[in-house]
């Protein structure tokens, strides 16, 4: 489920993107936001995922609070979330693959040393070893 508890957007220059917005959102339920151009639409969607930090309020998604959320678990939280922004900004010289491919990034930690693979029985476990 996903619940957004009185979640407001104060930009920096003063413009007041979001105010008090509360709703939930149950499992296996869809959303539709409709509004003008400039009513904050994009502005919930980037609080959602945290691209942009909200100023008050609340985002649950499956009993987690994204807002309290550290960037460790925040990664963790993105590889659940599909988002589609309106530029997509594809690689055009580059096959869809590899476009598709670009956004399991996230699902890696380049500060972290990556774990050694698992080995399967009968595989050679290091130099010179069967």
Not at 33 to 40: M, N, W
Request: proline share 5%.
């Amino acid at each position: 489920m996903l619940k957004i508890e009185h979640l407001t957007k104060i930009y920096d220059n003063g413009v007041r993107a979001l105010q008090d917005v509360s709703f939930e959102v149950p499992d296996g339920q869809f959303l539709v936001i409709i509004g003008l151009s400039g009513s904050g639409k994009s502005t919930l969607l980037r609080c959602i995922n945290r691209l942009i930090e909200p100023t008050e309020g609340r985002i649950i998604w499956n009993d987690t609070d994204i807002t309290d959320a550290t960037d460790e678990e925040l990664r963790q939280i993105r590889r659940k979330i599909g988002m589609i922004f309106q530029q997509f900004n594809l690689v055009r010289r580059a096959p869809v693959v590899t476009n598709v491919l670009a956004g399991r990034l996230g699902y890696t930690n380049p500060l972290v040393e990556p774990r050694q693979p698992l080995l399967r029985r009968g595989q050679a476990q290091g130099p010179g070893k069967t």
